[in-house]
T-cell receptor
Framework: GAGVSQSPSNKVTEKGKDVELRCDPI?????LYWYRQSLGQGLEFLIY????????KSGLPSDRFSAERTGGSVSTLTIQRTQQEDSAVYLC??????????????FGPGTRLTVL | GQNIDQPTEMTATEGAIVQINCTYQ??????LFWYQQHAGEAPTFLSY??LDGLEEKGRFSSFLSRSKGYSYLLLKELQMKDSASYLC??????????WGAGTKLIIKP
């Protein structure tokens, strides 16, 4: 596709339920990032995938959060037993030249998650 | 620890010039990025600096001083559509982007 796509665009769920957020990166981009952005705040790094390497999970806030990337393309971020503090916009980005200073990340439109 | 500082909010007048500053302390440096984010939208890439000096791109310019850990984004001939948040991000020695909280720029007619 032309850009990074994410689905759903909006998700409202009840506290304690599990949710899955999907990201489809730009074709050919080997690196994929997940970020979280609370209202009026900066970007909080969650997880990074690069090719077939083990993902960098250093930003995941708790073990309720997990992500996978199948076939080096589409990624799914799963939040189990959602809490109200998980409410935020979840942004996905992809890039072509990771491990390069010129690497530019391109962002998807985000998924706005609301936990009631 | 790693830290990126930028003002929370700035106000400027349509047609004027505004400078948004960013200071950083990171473990290593592999370049500094500026992104623009309109309310409710995803960030979009504006500029990249890795060497000291000024990079100009139309109405937008970005400056870097590595010795001072300092950058600024200069916006000229401000237009109402420039109202947005401007995010400063530094790529550290592990090629990870460290993000600032963003500066909300309000343009008044």
């Amino acid at each position: 596709g032309a850009g990074v796509s994410q689905s759903p665009s909006n998700k409202v769920t009840e506290k304690g339920k599990d949710v899955e957020l999907r990201c489809d990166p730009i074709s050919g981009h080997t690196a994929l990032y997940w970020y979280r952005q609370s209202l009026g705040q900066g970007l909080e790094f969650l997880i990074y995938f690069q090719g077939n390497s083990a993902p960098d999970k250093s930003g995941l806030p708790s073990d309720r959060f997990s992500a996978e990337r199948t076939g080096g393309s589409v990624s799914t971020l799963t939040i189990q037993r959602t809490q109200q503090e998980d409410s935020a916009v979840y942004l996905c980005a992809s890039s072509l030249q990771p491990q390069s200073g010129t690497d530019t990340q391109y962002f998807g439109p985000g998924t706005r998650l609301t936990v009631l | 620890g790693q830290n990126i500082d930028q003002p929370t909010e700035m106000t400027a007048t349509e047609g004027a010039i505004v400078q948004i500053n960013c200071t950083y302390q990171t473990s290593g440096f592999n370049g500094l990025f500026w992104y623009q984010q309109h309310a409710g939208e995803a960030p979009t890439f504006l500029s990249y600096n890795v060497l000291d000096g000024l990079e100009e791109k139309g109405r937008f310019s970005s400056f870097l001083s590595r010795s001072k850990g300092y950058s600024y984004l200069l916006l000229k001939e401000l237009q109402m559509k420039d109202s947005a948040s401007y995010l400063c991000a530094v790529m550290d020695s592990n090629y990870q982007l460290i993000w600032g909280a963003g500066t909300k720029l309000i343009i008044k007619p």
